[in-house]
């Protein structure tokens, strides 16, 4: 499966963005879909997934109440809505997929910007 994100920009703290991340080669199906990110000098760590068959989700504890990711089955396509951004929120985002049998990400797309000004 490969996977495009996009939708990273430049946004005023307090402000909102909504990432996309379109998958092509193959549905969903039955694959766990996560948001990851990376801030300028710090490791990438994880952000938010969601079960794709079953649509159940989990947050970091960071964003929780401020993010939502969701789907559209007839887009193939994941979303993560940000809102109330922080500064602390710039970072490069990725989606990446796996089989719910496996424990490390086996797809990942290209990472997307997102910068948040004070």
């Known amino acids: 499966v490969q996977l495009q994100a996009f939708g990273g920009g430049l946004v005023q703290a307090g402000g909102s963005l909504r990432l996309s991340c379109a998958a092509s080669?193959?549905?969903?199906?039955?694959?766990?879909i996560g948001w990851f990110r990376q801030a300028p000098g710090k490791e990438r760590g994880f952000v938010a997934d969601m079960f794709w068959s079953s649509g159940s989700t989990n947050y970091a504890d960071s964003v929780k109440g401020r993010f939502t990711i969701s789907r559209d089955g007839a887009k193939n396509t994941v979303y993560l809505q940000m809102n109330s951004l922080k500064p602390e929120d710039t970072a490069v985002y990725y989606c990446?997929?796996?089989?719910?049998?496996?424990?490390?990400?086996?797809?990942w797309g290209q990472g997307t910007l997102v910068t948040v000004s004070s």
């Open positions: 990446a997929a796996k089989n719910p049998a496996t424990r490390l990400y086996n797809y």
């Open positions: 080669g193959r549905t969903f199906g039955n694959y766990i």
